[in-house]
């Protein structure tokens, strides 16, 4: 006698030291609930098998997975599904009548997975693995527990996929070592906790600390087309955080999340943080071109989750997403297979309230709620500098000000690229030194200026002596802005330096038999 196994599912399962699951009585079939006492069901052919036996022996297919299943529900409630069809990542998954959003799944073959859709005939679920091996008809278990990390100060110094699943060699963990367990989906936190922000973080970039500040819970674009320096000004900003543990302040935990990029490329951002000294307080969040779609989908939502531990400890933290493009098309990919209605550019509708309550996450908490904060630097692609484009103004409209990298000045040596005119902080000089403020606060106009009478010199080389100053000295700002990669400079040198120009020391410097440029006076202060 065989039976449709259709919607089938186990209700209050337990399992037994063999891996051997116990039912109750329920088995689903034809959508109707009925009830079979004392029947065996053997998931492979899906047939009766005897009369006198009440349990189902998995073991023979994955012990390890009953293993964890065992240890993860401690008894609740396990529902168990088939696999219907298989559409890229996407897995359309029949039964599990009470799963729940964004909880975990698990297939036959070990793989992990995170429920998506709930439909009403079945659910639609991601698979993170890149290699399905499971097939239709396939069982498909639930946990009882939505999609969740493990968060702690075990993670520094180490590469992880979003999973939490180390890269790197991993680390022996103590007893004493504290390990949370969050999840990745985590309400943003209220009004009524944060605080205005009025520290700074100071990236160690000269032109970005002096024009565009960025505060300790602020959420600051990165936009630029592609090899325009988005990547380096991000890097930067997290070597410059060594100065702190150097000059005994607060200490600032670095989350670089890395969407789509290659593996060789990670290596040597890993290899510049260990080269620098600097992964003592950096976590990297990985996945690269080869892993799943679904895997770089849900990649900055862990990463955030692994830098709210430190947050809500009351400490600093940095997260940098590289970059949300990436995770766009991503979404869009997801969402396409999914059947979700398509918008502008094929997105779905609701791509802008995919990243906004990812950055909304980004605080500043108040004494009364630990005094941490969480400052987002999200990195975005442009097109031929095209920052009307949708995904641009999207994350435009949700950070707290943007820095726009000028493809055209990178190219001709101004670097880092930095577009005066364009990039902006809506914090501003809140956060900034009352010595920064004061020797910064016309540098804006005095660049606007400096473009100005370039362009006319272009044409007309006749010029009165006050435009002819102004050029002199506007080229001699441009060039105490340029800044090599991976050197960041600390604040006082940074305040020096613009005090040094304010007050027409390097108005002469060219004269000076010690030093033949700015660059060389930098590095005797670096020394």
Do not use: W
Request: include cysteine; hydrophobic fraction near 40%; charged fraction near 25%.
């Amino acid at each position: 006698m065989s039976l449709n196994n259709k919607n089938f599912y186990v209700e209050l399962a337990n399992f037994n030291k063999n891996g051997v699951l116990f039912m109750e009585e329920n088995l689903m079939s034809n959508n109707l609930l009925v009830s079979k006492k004392n029947v065996i069901v053997n998931f492979d052919n899906t047939k009766m098998l005897s009369k006198k036996k009440k349990k189902v022996n998995l073991s023979k297919r994955k012990p390890s997975l009953f293993k964890f299943l065992l240890k993860k529900t401690k008894g609740s409630v396990v529902e168990v599904g088939r696999v219907m069809a298989i559409k890229d990542s996407v897995i359309v998954i029949e039964g599990m009548p009470s799963v729940k959003m964004f909880e975990c799944i698990h297939f036959v073959t070990g793989d992990e997975g995170v429920i998506l859709n709930l439909e009403k005939k079945n659910v639609k679920g991601l698979c993170f693995s890149a290699f399905i091996k499971f097939l239709v008809n396939d069982p498909v278990y639930t946990t009882g527990s939505v999609m969740s990390v493990k968060t702690g100060y075990f993670l520094l110094g180490n590469i992880l996929n979003p999973l939490g699943k180390f890269l790197t060699k991993k680390q022996k963990v103590s007893s004493n070592t504290e390990v949370s367990i969050n999840q990745i989906e985590r309400k943003a936190p209220g009004v009524i906790t944060r605080l205005k922000i009025k520290r700074a973080l100071y990236t160690g970039v000269k032109i970005v600390d002096a024009l565009v500040p960025i505060g300790r819970g602020q959420r600051e674009l990165i936009l630029g087309d592609r090899k325009s320096g988005k990547t380096s000004i991000a890097i930067d900003t997290i070597l410059n955080q060594k100065y702190n543990i150097s000059f005994n302040k607060d200490s600032v935990f670095c989350v670089y999340c890395t969407i789509g990029k290659r593996m060789a490329e990670v290596k040597r951002i890993f290899k510049v943080f260990s080269m620098k000294a600097c992964l003592s307080f950096v976590i990297m969040v990985v996945t690269t071109a080869s892993d799943s779609a679904a895997l770089q989908y849900i990649a900055p939502y862990s990463a955030t989750t692994m830098a709210e531990f430190f947050t809500y400890k009351g400490k600093d933290s940095l997260i940098i997403y590289d970059d949300l493009t990436k995770h766009a098309d991503v979404y869009r990919q997801l969402s396409l297979l999914l059947r979700r209605p398509v918008g502008r550019e094929a997105f779905p509708g609701d791509v802008f309230y995919c990243h906004s309550r990812l950055l909304e996450r980004s605080v500043n908490m108040s004494s009364l709620y630990g005094a941490g904060s969480l400052t987002s630097l999200p990195i975005v692609e442009t097109i031929q500098g095209d920052v009307s484009a949708y995904i641009p103004t999207n994350i435009i409209s949700i950070t707290d000000g943007q820095i726009f990298l000028d493809l055209a000045r990178h190219q001709s040596g101004f670097r880092p690229a930095v577009d005066p005119g364009i990039s902006v902080s809506r914090i501003g000089s809140a956060v900034q030194s009352k010595a920064m403020k004061t020797f910064s606060g016309s540098l804006k106009l005095q660049l606007a200026q400096h473009r100005e009478i370039e362009s006319f010199a272009k044409f007309n080389n006749e010029m009165d002596d006050v435009a002819r100053q102004r050029l002199i000295r506007g080229r001699l700002l441009v060039d105490l802005l340029l800044q090599n990669k991976h050197k960041p400079l600390p604040m006082y040198l940074q305040t020096l330096l613009l005090f040094a120009t304010n007050t027409g020391y390097f108005d002469t410097i060219k004269k000076s038999k010690q030093f033949n440029s700015i660059a060389d006076f930098e590095e005797s202060l670096r020394t």
